[in-house]
């Protein structure tokens, strides 16, 4: 069992930046892939980025170039850097685990939440 603690949501103004943390509970060396969702009101959730044990780094459409996610595998965090937010980034941030290569995460967060508003 894989425990995920989202960090470092927030208001912040358009423009802004922010840095989400997702701590695990155990080593996150082994975990096939981390990856980070969000979900905006009244909307479906939605892939952000995704990191693997590689390093390997995977984007969708809407998220590259202004987002960046890395790992620190001695902190059991990763991380998901958030530039030149936008108010229509506003929604709640999970992580996620996809333990074994499944293409499903196996484990969640609770999610923190990232507004963006002047």
């Known amino acids: 069992q894989v425990q995920l603690v989202e960090s470092g949501g927030g208001l912040v103004q358009p423009g802004g930046s922010l840095r989400l943390s997702c701590a695990a509970s155990?080593?996150?060396?082994?975990?096939?892939?981390m990856g980070w969702y969000r979900q905006a009101p009244g909307k479906q959730r939605e892939l952000v980025a995704v990191?693997?044990?590689?390093?390997?780094?995977h984007y969708t459409d809407s998220s590259k170039g202004r987002f960046t996610i890395s790992r620190d595998n001695a902190k059991n965090t990763v991380y998901l850097q958030i530039d030149d937010l936008k108010p229509e980034d506003t929604a709640v941030y999970s992580c996620?685990?996809?333990?074994w290569g499944r293409g499903v995460p196996d484990y969640w967060g609770q999610g923190t939440q990232v507004t963006v508003s002047s």
């Open positions: 990191i693997t044990s590689a390093n390997n780094t």
């Open positions: 155990g080593s996150i060396a082994s975990i096939y892939a």
């Open positions: 996620c685990a996809d333990r």
